[in-house]
């Protein structure tokens, strides 16, 4: 007969646990924080905004003048004051209008009145100089406009005003920029232009009733009328 193999779990009570071994903590190392910008980021962002400052302060006081598609005009090389009026033309960006300083504005135009007296042609010239004409006057409104600016001066008190009309034969009248001369748009006073052979010059004279106040007279010293194309910028 075979024998029979009998198998047995057996446990020990007294058997010893295995022995826990205790590792030591690893030291824990310093944290280090990543700089969060560079050194000579805070140098950058000063230069940038003094370079702002500094394009504002061209755009504002420089541009105006310098467009860079346009030319300066002749008036424009001639002053370096100006007085300017926040008005935007129609059908242009541009939002300002601009005089020399001293000079009176209407619509469009600039308007330079003499304190001094010159002949005519002196007086052509003097205002060629400045980068404008005598003035040439196109509307009833720039009409009444000038003559109310005469009346308005006071010291010294001047009194007949060249315009750019003339002669160069008798009753041959042209203006200086050759608008041509329409006597239904001019504004002689009563019983003018004489016509006469050494009346080849033309006044806005100070007291008479508006608006008709123009007298043709000899080509002597009077005070005179600059008239130039206003800057819009």
Known sequence: ??????????????????????????????????????????????????????????????????????QPTALQQQFLEWN??????????????????????FQRSCYFLSSDTMNWAESEQNCTGMGSQLVVINSKEEQVFLSEQIRQSK?????????????????????????????????WRKGEPSDTLDENCVIIHRDTELPNNWNDVRCLKYHRICEAAAVTV
């Open 1 to 70: 007969m075979a024998s029979e193999i009998t198998y047995a779990e057996v446990k020990f009570k007294n058997e010893s646990p295995a022995p826990v071994v205790k590792v030591p903590p690893e030291s824990k190392k310093p944290e280090h924080h990543p700089q969060k910008y560079p050194l000579w980021l805070p140098w950058s962002i000063s230069l940038l905004l003094l370079l702002v400052c500094f394009a504002l302060v061209v755009i504002l006081l420089v541009v105006p003048f310098c467009h860079s598609t346009d």
């Open 84 to 105: 300017c009026n926040s008005m935007v033309p129609q059908g242009t960006a541009r939002g300002w209008t601009c005089c020399p300083k001293g000079w009176k504005r």
């Open 155 to 187: 010291e010294p008190k001047p009194d007949n005003f060249y315009i750019g009309l003339f002669a160069e034969k008798v009753g041959k009248w042209q203006w200086v920029d050759k608008t041509p001369y329409n006597v239904t748009a001019a504004f």
